[in-house]
């Protein structure tokens, strides 16, 4: 089973950025398309992005487009969220998660396909 731990959250200024990392205590990480949720207080959690097992391939939620990146080094089973241009509607508890998914599956982007969590990490932008 795999194990996630995030870090790298805290506060900001609206307009600043901040780097999530997420590390993976089994190997083989390769075998996971991984993923970015971030869930605000009163609201369902939110697909941030996903991205494939050997980081080629990439996808971003509409509300974060353009604005975060997400890549993963998987000699160090490492996942990265990079936050720039932070607004405050981007204040969250973000998390990352791996999906189990078939090998002819790249990407995951619903919270149901994926079976392993981090405990999250806080993230708040102020204005």
């Known amino acids: 089973q795999v194990q996630l731990r995030e870090s790298g959250g805290g506060m900001v200024q609206a307009g600043g950025s901040l780097r999530l990392s997420c590390t993976a205590s089994?190997?083989?990480?390769?075998?996971?398309?991984m993923g970015w949720f971030r869930q605000a207080p009163g609201k369902e959690r939110e697909f941030v992005s996903g991205?494939?097992?050997?980081?080629?391939?990439?996808t971003h939620g509409e509300s974060v487009k353009g604005r975060f990146i997400t890549s993963r080094d998987n000699a160090k089973n490492t996942l990265y969220l990079e936050m720039n241009s932070l607004k405050p509607e981007d204040t969250a508890v973000y998390y990352c998660?791996?999906?189990?998914?078939?090998?002819?599956?790249?990407?995951?982007?619903?919270?149901?396909?994926?079976?392993?969590w981090g405990q999250g990490t806080q993230v708040t932008v102020s204005s």
């Open positions: 991205i494939s097992r050997m980081g080629g391939i990439t």
């Open positions: 089994e190997p083989p990480f390769t075998n996971y398309p």
């Open positions: 998660a791996a999906c189990p998914a078939p090998v002819s599956q790249e990407l995951c982007d619903r919270v149901f396909n994926y079976a392993y």
